[in-house]
């Protein structure tokens, strides 16, 4: 039974709303494939993607694409089934979302690294009808054990394995032998589902935010639009996976909505990150702050001359981070703050990055509300709601969400605090749920986070409860650093910027380097789990 049916794919946002942004010009009302199969026919030699494999035209990627897209049909994918997509970033995860895109179904993708249980929930949620995903991914039999889950999700029906033969699983060179000819692309509505992302994950199962069309390319569109500006040929580095929030600025908004090249490595290594800006040229970068910071620490007698912007999201952004990264790369730093809930926001390519910018109404209107979803007063923090172009339509296979995070105006709660400034700039504090509390009192571990980052010691940083059987819960200050730093000298810092004592960290924990996710940002859980294991006894 199609999704529909059980109304799980209903717009949260009025109807007329959506039509009154396509009259204002914030739509394109045209779906994905066939946007993207304009720039194909308009630039057929533009280079499409470059990656670990290779160049890819347009035209060369359009051929795939409906090689796959006839595949899919065979295998009995059709319009608004769910087909789930676990690839690293490759040629192949690109042309798998422009298919499934062109038989208008939805592509759910999460990354790869993500385990059974994670696996399992989005699949199940989801009534995905398909999978593709890859043979294996280090030690993980991602096939194999995909697989496995046929028999406990009634919607299953195909596991897609690319990079080898898996028994019971169709092997991706069948779609890739089929005859583009026989291809013939569905005309989805523009306001129809096309994509759900996932969140990394900070519920007790991961989001799934469902998108259509329209909202991927007329809000994340116009949004990268913005970074892009009048570069003549932009080429865009995603180092952040594809089949993350940030990430689907990639297929659906680089190519599809741009026509613009896409540079792609299968996963997050600083060499390999190097390397790929010495020798893509990439103009424009997509990453977390983390990543960056370890850039800047191996980016000496690099060529990195082609960056013109950087744009860091996913994380919060600190000054000092904006700083070293400008100056040693010699490009703009743009800090964005979004997320897949339906917000977005970033600085201008010229400006510092010491805020979240103002807020674009195209893409996204923004207020600051209290508890009672009162609107807030310049400078007093409250949670961020958004509502505007690149709004999602809901919440896949949670209703629960829909009730607690949606408005009747099709508005969001993000569950993030913030407040804006007498220049309209909006500034982010943390999350609601990420408040430590220790003894009554609230710590945003964002606020010591950016100014533990000012230390010229220290690389990298995030701040994470331990539970206290006195207070509830005590900060750490989880630091990458060269050398041990003694917690007065900590402390001493924070007291020279005028954080008040009550919420310095308790203790300070030196690493080598942070937990990435799977989505690429720092894994929050594995931090506090390794903390527990080293817990003074």
């Given at each position: 039974?199609?999704?529909v049916?059980?109304?799980l794919?209903?717009?949260?946002?009025?109807?007329?709303?959506?039509?009154?942004?396509?009259?204002?010009?914030?739509?394109?009302?045209?779906?994905?494939?066939?946007?993207?199969?304009?720039?194909?026919?308009?630039?057929?030699?533009?280079?499409?993607?470059?990656?670990?494999?290779?160049?890819?035209?347009?035209?060369?990627?359009?051929v795939?694409?409906q090689?796959?897209?006839?595949?899919?049909?065979?295998?009995?994918?059709?319009?608004?089934?769910?087909?789930?997509?676990?690839?690293?970033?490759?040629?192949?995860?690109?042309?798998?979302?422009?298919?499934?895109a062109?038989?208008?179904?939805?592509?759910?993708?999460?990354?790869?690294?993500?385990?059974?249980?994670?696996?399992?929930?989005?699949?199940?949620?989801?009534?995905?009808?398909?999978?593709?995903?890859?043979?294996?991914?280090?030690?993980?039999?991602?096939?194999?054990?995909?697989?496995?889950?046929?028999?406990?999700?009634?919607?299953?029906?195909?596991?897609?394995?690319?990079?080898?033969?898996v028994?019971g699983?169709?092997?991706?060179?069948?779609?890739?032998?089929?005859?583009?000819?026989?291809?013939t692309?569905?005309?989805?509505?523009?306001?129809?589902?096309?994509?759900?992302?996932?969140?990394?994950?900070?519920?007790?199962?991961?989001?799934?935010?469902?998108?259509?069309?329209?909202?991927?390319?007329?809000?994340?569109?116009?949004?990268?639009?913005?970074?892009?500006?009048?570069?003549?040929?932009?080429?865009?580095?995603?180092?952040?996976?594809?089949?993350?929030?940030?990430?689907?600025?990639?297929?659906?908004?680089?190519?599809?909505?741009?026509?613009?090249?896409?540079?792609l490595?299968?996963?997050?290594?600083?060499?390999?990150?190097?390397?790929?800006?010495?020798e893509?040229?990439?103009?424009?970068v997509?990453?977390?702050?983390?990543?960056f910071?370890?850039?800047?620490d191996?980016?000496?007698?690099?060529?990195?001359?082609?960056?013109?912007?950087?744009?860091?999201g996913?994380?919060?952004?600190?000054?000092?981070?904006?700083?070293?990264?400008?100056?040693?790369?010699?490009?703009?730093?743009?800090?964005?703050?979004?997320?897949?809930?339906?917000?977005?926001?970033?600085?201008?390519?010229?400006?510092?990055?010491?805020?979240?910018?103002?807020?674009?109404?195209?893409?996204?209107?923004?207020?600051i509300?209290?508890?009672?979803?009162?609107?807030?007063?310049?400078?007093?923090?409250?949670?961020?709601?958004?509502?505007?172009?690149?709004?999602?339509?809901?919440?896949?296979?949670?209703?629960?969400?829909?009730?607690?995070?949606?408005?009747?105006d099709?508005?969001?709660?993000?569950?993030?605090l913030?407040?804006?400034?007498?220049?309209?700039?909006?500034?982010v504090?943390?999350?609601?749920?990420?408040?430590?509390?220790r003894?009554?009192?609230?710590?945003?571990?964002?606020?010591?986070?950016?100014?533990?980052?000012?230390?010229?010691?220290?690389?990298?940083?995030?701040?994470?409860?331990?539970?206290?059987?006195?207070?509830?819960?005590?900060?750490?200050?989880?630091?990458?650093?060269?050398?041990d730093?003694?917690?007065?000298?900590?402390?001493?810092?924070?007291?020279?910027q005028?954080?008040?004592?009550?919420?310095?960290?308790e203790?300070?924990?030196?690493?080598?380097e942070?937990?990435?996710?799977?989505?690429?940002?720092?894994?929050?859980?594995?931090?506090?789990?390794?903390?527990?294991?080293?817990?003074?006894?």
């Open positions: 039974m199609k999704l049916a059980d109304q794919l209903e717009d949260l946002v009025p109807h007329e709303l959506r039509r009154s942004w396509a009259a204002a010009g914030n739509y394109l009302d045209r779906d994905i494939y066939a946007l993207f199969h304009e720039h194909a026919t308009t630039n057929p030699g533009r280079t499409a993607v470059l990656d670990a494999d290779g160049v890819l035209s347009y035209a060369e990627l359009d795939l694409v090689r796959l897209a006839v595949g899919l049909a065979g295998l009995g994918v059709g319009e608004r089934d769910v087909v789930a997509v676990q690839l690293p970033n490759g040629h192949l995860a690109c042309a798998f979302d422009l298919a499934i062109a038989v208008g179904a939805i592509a759910l993708p999460y990354p790869v690294g993500r385990g059974d249980r994670e696996a399992w929930s989005l699949l199940s949620r989801s009534r995905a009808v398909a999978v593709v995903t890859a043979t294996s991914y280090g030690d993980y039999l991602c096939a194999e054990r995909t697989r496995a889950m046929l028999g406990d999700l009634p919607s299953l029906r195909t596991v897609i394995a690319v990079g080898g033969e028994a699983c169709v092997p991706v060179s069948a779609l890739l032998r089929c005859d583009p000819a026989r291809f692309p569905s005309t989805p509505d523009p306001d129809g589902p096309a994509r759900i992302l996932v969140t990394s994950g900070s519920e007790a199962e991961p989001k799934m935010v469902l998108y259509s069309h329209n909202a991927l390319i007329g809000g994340r569109g116009r949004f990268m639009g913005v970074l892009l500006g009048k570069t003549p040929e932009p080429r865009v580095y995603i180092m952040v996976p594809l089949a993350s929030s940030y990430g689907s600025n990639g297929t659906a908004v680089t190519l599809a909505t741009h026509g613009a090249t896409l540079i490595r299968p996963k997050f290594d600083v060499d390999i990150a190097l390397a790929a800006i010495e893509d040229r990439p103009t424009h997509l990453a977390v702050p983390t990543m910071r370890m850039i800047t191996n980016s000496a007698r690099r060529d990195t001359s082609s960056l013109r912007v950087v744009a860091l996913g994380a919060a952004l600190d000054p000092a981070t904006a700083d070293r990264v400008r100056e040693s790369l010699g490009c703009s730093v743009v800090n964005v703050y979004g997320s897949a809930d339906g917000v977005n926001c970033h600085t201008a390519v010229d400006g510092l990055p010491h805020s979240a910018g103002r807020p674009n109404p195209d893409v996204a209107r923004v207020s509300v209290d508890d009672d979803l009162r609107v807030l007063p310049d400078g007093e923090v409250g949670e961020i709601v958004s509502l505007g172009p690149m709004s999602p339509m809901r919440y896949v296979g949670a209703p629960e969400l829909n009730a607690r995070y949606r408005l009747t099709g508005s969001v709660r993000t569950g993030d913030g407040h804006f400034d007498a220049d309209g700039h909006l500034h504090v943390g999350r609601r749920k990420d408040i430590i509390i003894g009554g009192l609230n710590i945003s571990p964002a606020e010591v986070e950016g100014l533990l980052a000012t230390h010229p010691a220290i690389r990298d940083v995030v701040c994470v409860p331990v539970s206290d059987p006195v207070l509830g819960e005590r900060l750490c200050a989880c630091v990458v650093a060269d050398r730093l003694p917690l007065v000298e900590v402390t001493a810092h924070l007291a020279a005028g954080l008040e004592p009550r919420k310095f960290p203790r300070v924990v030196v690493l080598g942070l937990p990435l996710g799977p989505a690429g940002k720092v894994d929050r859980r594995a931090v506090q789990e390794l903390i527990a294991s080293r817990a003074p006894r």
